[in-house]
C-alpha cells in the first residue's frame, strides 16, 4: 500500500522481554516520528528522524527506549526489559517535509500490552 | 504540564447541534494543525492553520488560529454522528522540530 505500516499491530510481551517495532514510512517521506498514546490521550512525542539523522529523542520516557533509521527510510522502535507502564499504542507518523510544516501521515500503530 | 491544553475533554451531543473546541497555549507557535482520530486508526489531517488570526473553512467545520499564535478553536456546525472522533490540536513550537499534541476532545454525536 502507499500508507505508512506498522507492524506488529499487536503485541503481548512478559515483563522484563525486549521488543522491536518496525514503521514503513511513505517512500520519500523525509520526517519520521514516533509517538506514544494511551487510551483516549493525545499522541506523546517520543523522536524525531530527519532522514536518517534522530534530531529530536527528548520524549523518550527512558534508556530502555532506543529508535533507529539507519537508511533514511524504515525505523525500528525498541524497548528493552519491557514494564507495564510501557502499555500503549504506538503511532509511526511521516511527512514530505520538515516538521510542523506538512502533513503527518500516520500508521494504524502497534498496540503493546506488557503483561 | 501540557503545552498544549485542549477543552472540553469529552464532549457528547444531539445531532444537529453546533458545538467548539478550544486549544490553547502559553506558547507561541510557527503552525497549528487539527487532526482527527477514529478508534483503531491513526490521526488524520483536518487543517493547518498559519497566519496569525487565519480563518479556514472545512464544510461544516470552522478553524480559526488566535491573532498572537498561541490559541485555536475548531467549530462544528450541525453535528452528525460521523462527526464522533477524537479531535486534536498540534504544533510545533517556534521553529523546532518537535511536533507536540494536545490531549484531544472526545466527541461523541447521538442521533
Known amino acids: 500500500g502507499a500508507g505508512v505500516s506498522q507492524s506488529p499491530r499487536y503485541k503481548v510481551a512478559k515483563r522484563g522481554q525486549d521488543v522491536a517495532l518496525r514503521c514503513d514510512p511513505i517512500?520519500?517521506?523525509?520526517?519520521l516520528f514516533w509517538y506514544q498514546q494511551a487510551l483516549g490521550q493525545g499522541p506523546e512525542f517520543l523522536t524525531y528522524?530527519?532522514?536518517?539523522?534522530?534530531?529530536?529523542k527528548s520524549g523518550l520516557p527512558s534508556d530502555r527506549f532506543f529508535a533507529e533509521r539507519p537508511e533514511g527510510s524504515v525505523s525500528t522502535l525498541k524497548i528493552q526489559r519491557t514494564q507495564q507502564e510501557d502499555s500503549a499504542v504506538y503511532l509511526c507518523a511521516s511527512s514530505l517535509l520538515v516538521a510542523g510544516a506538512g502533513e503527518l501521515f500516520f500508521g494504524e500503530g502497534s498496540r503493546l500490552t506488557v503483561l | 504540564t501540557q503545552l498544549l491544553e485542549q477543552s472540553p475533554q469529552f464532549l457528547s451531543i444531539q445531532e444537529g447541534e453546533n458545538l467548539t473546541v478550544y486549544c490553547n497555549s502559553s506558547?507561541?507557535?510557527?503552525?497549528l494543525q487539527w487532526y482527527r482520530q477514529e478508534p483503531g486508526e491513526g490521526p488524520v489531517l483536518l487543517v493547518t492553520?498559519?497566519?496569525?488570526?487565519e480563518v479556514k473553512k472545512l464544510k461544516r467545520l470552522t478553524f480559526q488560529f488566535g491573532d498572537a499564535r498561541k490559541d485555536s478553536s475548531l467549530h462544528i456546525t450541525a453535528a452528525q454522528p460521523g462527526d464522533t472522533g477524537l479531535y486534536l490540536c498540534?504544533?510545533?513550537?517556534?521553529?523546532?522540530?518537535?511536533?507536540?499534541f494536545g490531549a484531544g476532545t472526545i466527541l461523541r454525536v447521538k442521533s
Open positions: 528522524f530527519q532522514n536518517e539523522a534522530q534530531l529530536d
Open positions: 506558547s507561541v507557535f510557527s503552525s
Open positions: 498540534a504544533g510545533v513550537i517556534g521553529y523546532g522540530n518537535k511536533l507536540v
Open positions: 517512500s520519500g517521506h523525509v520526517s
Open positions: 492553520v498559519v497566519t496569525g488570526g
